[in-house]
């Protein structure tokens, strides 16, 4: 393995992990309405038989600020989503309107809203264990390349020194979605 190889691997695998924080973020309420809370919902439907994906059934919309409308390509399918829906850790009881599912989004309690902050933290935190895996990944690779005398001693530097900087841009990146998820959460 080279350099420039070690470097990317590094950085995508801290990529990935940014990334699967977004989406988890997505899935945290605020207080408004917005499709990501339930687009990615794993719904069973009984008449086919297996689960599926809910924006992969349904078209997810927000007609307000405080409604979530949801209006499956098959009609059958409301009373399945409706279901899941209850069940899900959402704590919105859905709505059958004639051909489609409405969610009423409550106003978050001062309370909910500090709950959700610890909620994101935590996510951020799990979110900031597998950059530094990545790091530890890296710095490993550079300690195997020296073994193998790929490298010199001033590369094994430099090299760890680019990791470390990488590090600290996606850790500080983390950070600030940090903050800026729980001022959404915490603007009423």
């Given amino acids: 393995m080279d350099e420039e190889t070690l470097l990317l691997e590094v950085e995508t695998a801290m990529d990935e992990a940014v990334e699967h924080m977004n989406t988890d973020f997505g899935g945290v309420r ?12 794993d719904i069973y439907v009984a008449s086919y038989g297996t689960s599926m994906k809910l924006k992969s059934i349904a078209v997810v919309s927000t007609p307000d600020a405080r409604s979530i409308l949801i209006q499956p390509f098959d009609p059958s399918t409301l009373n399945d989503i409706k279901k899941a829906i209850a069940e899900s850790r959402l704590n919105i009881t859905p709505i059958i309107d004639a ?5 009423p989004i409550p ?25 530094r895996g990545a790091r530890k990944m890296g710095m490993d690779g550079v300690k195997k390349m020296k073994a193998d005398n790929v490298i010199t001693e001033d590369d094994v530097h430099r090299i760890e020194d680019k ?22 959460i915490m603007t009423v």
């Avoid at 051909?99 to 969610?103: A, C, E, G, K």
């Avoid at 106003?107 to 950059?131: C, D, N, Q």
């Avoid at 470390?164 to 959404?184: R, S």
């Fill in 30 to 41: 605020t207080g408004k309405a917005s499709p990501s809370l339930v687009d990615n919902m």
């Fill in 99 to 103: 051909r489609s599912v409405r969610l």
């Fill in 107 to 131: 106003e978050l309690s001062g309370e909910r809203r500090k709950e959700l902050v610890k909620y994101v933290k935590s996510i951020a935190e799990e979110t900031k264990v597998r950059i």
């Fill in 163 to 184: 990791v470390q900087k990488l590090t600290d841009k996606f850790v500080k990146g983390v950070d600030e979605k940090v903050a800026a998820k729980e001022k959404e």
